[in-house]
């Protein structure tokens, strides 16, 4: 088996510069895909001009945003610029979602760091037009390892919306095992699995049945340092939007979002202020309708350009190892 991964790609300086030739977007490019109406912009998710460039006048009925978390690891800046930040970001949302919509936002929160930004970005939120509707935990698998410590293995997620957006209630593959929660219906009484929808049981807001993204899953896009299962977006997705709807999401990193709108039947608008998450936003899709694949597992989106002896026809991009 092939184990090729790419460094970081935010952080290495030399693959950056080999690379950047081959992105198709520079700063302010928007590409508008022929096949489904996707657009993909290298723009600021916190620039108003710049965000209806990406929109070109349309509405979405669901954003699904993805900051970075203000963390060491990233880019750490003082707390209040990182929330004004947020603020700016929420505004251009805002601004073009429809009245009935959903916004669901992953954010995290540094226990190093009196927890913030979580709790911040809530209170800023509190002063917007959203309400709060859910604050969902997916549960990672594998997390920061200590013996000094409960291991972190924690992503939040908050879900707010904009007037009443439908909601479609959404299932596991986890069966229904617990009997009991008798309750009189019309005169009879009735046991749980009699009066449920569905054999198996709803994720509630923890949700510990979706795979954390690593090397050996189809899905993972090597290089990529913050990748979402794309698990977690369709539940998002099936639940707060309907075919045919306009998704957004401005931080699209590794093209999650972009992926399941293709897979949903969703319009995805998408962007990132880096060229080179713009250009793997846009292969990604476009491996996707070449292969039925999800990502790259252990190669990366860039094989063909850092390792031309690996292929045989150069126009056709065939693969030999
Ligand atoms: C946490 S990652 C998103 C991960 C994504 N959900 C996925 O599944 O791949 C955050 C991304 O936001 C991008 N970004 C940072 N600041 C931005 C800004 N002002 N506007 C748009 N994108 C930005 C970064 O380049 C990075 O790729």
Redesign the pocket.
């Known amino acids: 088996m092939i184990n090729n991964p790419l460094p970081r790609l935010?952080v290495d300086a030399a693959v950056r510069e080999r690379l950047l030739p081959y992105c198709r977007l520079q700063p302010g490019d928007v590409w508008h895909d022929p096949v489904q109406g996707h657009r993909v912009g290298c723009?600021?998710?916190?620039d108003s001009s710049q965000i209806a460039q990406l929109m070109n006048g349309a509405t979405a009925q669901l954003a699904?945003h993805?900051?970075?978390?203000n963390l060491v690891a990233?880019?750490e800046r003082p707390l209040a610029d990182y929330i004004a930040?947020c603020a700016a970001?929420i505004a251009t949302t805002q601004q073009v979602l429809a009245a009935d919509s959903a916004l669901y936002v992953?954010l995290g929160a540094d226990q190093r760091h009196a927890f913030q930004p979580l709790p911040d970005f809530m209170i800023m939120m509190r002063e917007q037009a959203f309400r709060p509707r859910s604050f969902i935990t997916l549960r990672n698998q594998r997390g920061y390892g200590t013996q000094q410590n409960w291991m972190a293995v924690r992503q939040e997620l908050l879900y707010y919306v904009l007037g009443n957006p439908p909601f479609d209630v959404q299932y596991t593959a986890i069966p229904k095992a617990v009997r009991g929660y008798y309750k009189t219906v019309n005169g009879e009484r009735t046991e749980n699995s009699e009066r449920g929808r569905s054999d198996t049981i709803r994720p509630g807001n923890v949700w510990y049945d979706i795979q954390q993204v690593f090397y050996r899953m189809d899905e993972n896009?090597s290089g990529?340092?913050?990748?979402?299962p794309l698990a977690a977006?369709e539940r998002i997705m099936q639940a707060s939007s309907q075919p045919g709807d306009g998704v957004i999401?401005?931080?699209?990193?590794?093209?999650?979002?972009l992926l399941a709108c293709e897979r949903l039947q969703r319009v995805g608008y998408t962007?990132?202020?880096?060229p080179l998450?713009c250009e793997i936003t846009i292969r990604r899709l476009e491996h996707y309708r070449q292969t039925g694949r999800s990502g790259w597992q252990n190669t990366h989106p860039f094989t063909f350009e850092l390792e031309p002896d690996r292929f045989e026809l150069e126009d056709e991009k065939v693969c030999i190892s």
Do not use: R
């Not at 723009?43 to 916190?46: G, K, M, Y």
């Not at 993805?66 to 978390?69: A, Q, S």
């Not at 962007?271 to 880096?274: I, L, P």
């Open positions: 935010d723009v600021d998710a916190a699904i993805d900051p970075p978390y990233f880019d930040w970001w992953w896009v990529c340092y913050a990748q979402k977006i999401d401005f931080f699209s990193h590794s093209g999650t979002t962007c990132d202020t880096d998450f």
